[in-house]
């Protein structure tokens, strides 16, 4: 990652490395924060490691990328990765506002409180367990990644 590809050179050598290293970044910190969190109860909870798989392997296929075929086989291993954050989010803010009759604070009243202000809570982390924006770290390391595509010198016709 540190040499750059044949005929890049300049800010755009040192932006798409900046980009992938940033994603290496949050890819390793998302997976420490997931395993301190023993995140895996459930098929449902093991998504994002596999997302981060993923997104690992779109990376490394960007670092190394000498063909338009391998960068748009990386493009979308990257969309699959928008989608897995995507549910991520879904599935927090949904459990978040299926506990909220579980919440001291609300338990009597819950049921009674309008869906927009139960979505709200759920949404907002007034309510539930879940971090409701944690998953698009996700989201935002494969916009990262699609970003180091753009203008990539394997991109060229060949």
Same mark, same amino acid.
């Given at each position: ?31 420490? =924060? /997931? ?7 459930? /098929? ?53 506002? =299926? ?11 819950? =049921? ?47």
């Amino acid at each position: 990652m540190d040499a750059p590809i044949e005929g890049e050179r300049g800010a755009a050598s040192v932006l798409r490395r900046a980009l992938l290293a940033l994603s290496a970044i949050a890819l390793a910190g998302t997976t420490v =924060e /997931l395993v301190i969190g023993r995140h895996w109860d459930g /098929l449902t909870q093991v998504i994002p490691f596999a997302a981060i798989t993923v997104a690992s392997i779109a990376l490394s296929m960007i670092a190394t990328a000498r063909s338009r075929t391998s960068l748009r086989i990386a493009q979308g291993l990257c969309a699959v990765v928008l989608i897995a954050s995507a549910l991520g989010v879904w599935k927090h803010v949904a459990g978040n506002e =299926e506990s909220g009759s579980l919440d001291q604070r609300f338990a009597a009243t819950w =049921e009674s409180t309008p869906a927009p202000r139960r979505w709200w809570l759920a949404v907002s982390g007034g309510v539930g367990p879940a971090p409701p924006l944690a998953p698009g770290v996700l989201a935002e390391t494969a916009l990262m990644l699609l970003a180091a595509t753009l203008r990539h010198p394997a991109s060229r016709p060949e």
